[in-house]
């Protein structure tokens, strides 16, 4: 049987997968399998870097599909107006989705001792289910059950009945660790999560990165930087402005709206410094090409990334939704949250958690 196997869907994913691979005994290095689904990022080169770092035994690129690629699908997501109904409907779903998921399945996971998977709300968390297939699900961004719990969220309305049905009789789908064959969920920190399980663990990322030798930081901007010296360029330019500011991006509403609220948060903090942009990898605006007056890091890289170089240094760093207690180069981090985007659209869109 082979060790362990990771499904990634977003770099961010396959950033906390490399440092649990680490973290590891050397003597395991080189025996993971990593996945790349192409559900929602493009990975680009990233197969061909990491392949490079051999930390893995393999690496594989997932065709996973969306619900919606399958027609035969549609009757199935209508509601029929009460519970009974549509919990028959949605067994049916839950079964047909997994059926229809085999085909682009890239491996043969009962071949794994341990199966690791980010955002098991995405069909592969289906497919195990159904296929009553033991596996770890992963946290699928930092914190982001506080936020955002999206399995309660999800399931509004009769949610013991619905967890029962998944949990326990593996009827229908439930992510976060409510899936029947979910041995447990790991998370970054348990005391921020309003509605704790019991199958839920704590891994903290932090942790994970203060054991990170100077070695395996190497590894990481191996895997992670395509232009190492493009970027060693970039971080030597603005060390030399004296008050720097920061914007990281979120893939947020509309296009249009999404350029209004950055144009936005560029007005309010370009008094206070020289305004610098990081774009979320999923984030498909071009800043390069709306926004080329300002300096502008890789996309592709991971934020946590940045805490990799001692010379990087702002003054403050600003997000929407993007978590960032663990950014490490700034004087000063700020968060402007649901309140902020409550200007943009509406409020519950974004306040998920004040609905359960």
């Given amino acids: 049987m082979k060790e362990r196997i990771y499904v990634c869907h977003t770099y961010y994913h396959v950033y906390v997968t490399y440092l649990k691979e680490l973290n590891l005994p050397a003597e395991k290095h080189g025996q993971a399998t990593l996945v790349l ?9 990233l197969k061909s870097r990491v392949e490079s770092t051999g930390l893995f035994a ?42 229809l998921e085999e085909p682009f399945i890239p491996v043969d996971f009962r071949e794994y001792g341990d199966i690791y998977v980010y955002c098991d709300a995405d069909p592969i968390g289906y497919y195990l289910n159904q296929k009553k297939i033991p596996y770890h699900a992963m946290e699928d961004g930092l914190n982001i059950l506080e936020i955002k719990d999206d399995a309660r969220y999800d399931n509004r309305g009769h949610f013991n009945i619905k967890a029962f049905f998944s949990k326990k009789l593996n009827l229908i789908f439930i992510q976060n660790g409510y899936g029947k064959y979910c041995i447990d969920m790991e998370v970054n920190d348990l005391s921020l999560i309003k509605y704790p399980r019991k199958n839920y663990i704590e891994e903290s990322r932090l942790k994970l990165v203060e054991r990170l030798t100077e070695a395996d930081k190497e590894i990481l901007l191996k895997a992670f930087i395509r232009d190492l010296d493009r970027l060693k360029e970039q971080i030597a330019n603005c060390s030399k402005l004296p008050n720097k500011i ?4 979120d893939p947020l509403c509309s296009l249009e709206t999404r350029e209004r609220i950055f144009r936005d948060i560029i007005a309010m903090y370009e008094p206070e ?10 984030d498909v605006l071009d800043y390069r090409k709306l926004f080329a007056e300002y300096p502008q890091f890789d996309a592709t890289v991971p934020m946590e990334m940045l805490n990799f170089f001692p010379d990087l240094h702002f003054s403050k760093v600003v997000a929407v939704f993007t978590e960032v207690k663990e950014i490490h180069f700034a004087d000063e981090v700020v968060r402007l949250g649901a309140d902020f985007m409550d200007r943009y659209e509406d409020p519950l869109i974004h306040r998920q958690n004040e609905q359960i």
Wanted: aromatic share 14%; glycine share 6%; proline share 5%.
């Fill in 58 to 99: 393999e690496v594989i690129e997932f065709d996973e599909k969306r619900d919606d690629y399958f027609p035969e699908l549609h009757k199935w997501r209508k509601g029929t107006g009460n519970i009974i109904g549509n919990l028959l409907y949605r067994i049916k779903f839950t079964r047909l989705f997994a059926k």
């Fill in 37 to 45: 689904s192409k559900l929602s990022t493009d990975f680009e080169n």
């Fill in 246 to 249: 920061l914007i990281l991006t």
């Fill in 273 to 282: 410094g020289a305004i610098f942009i990081k774009p979320h990898p999923r």
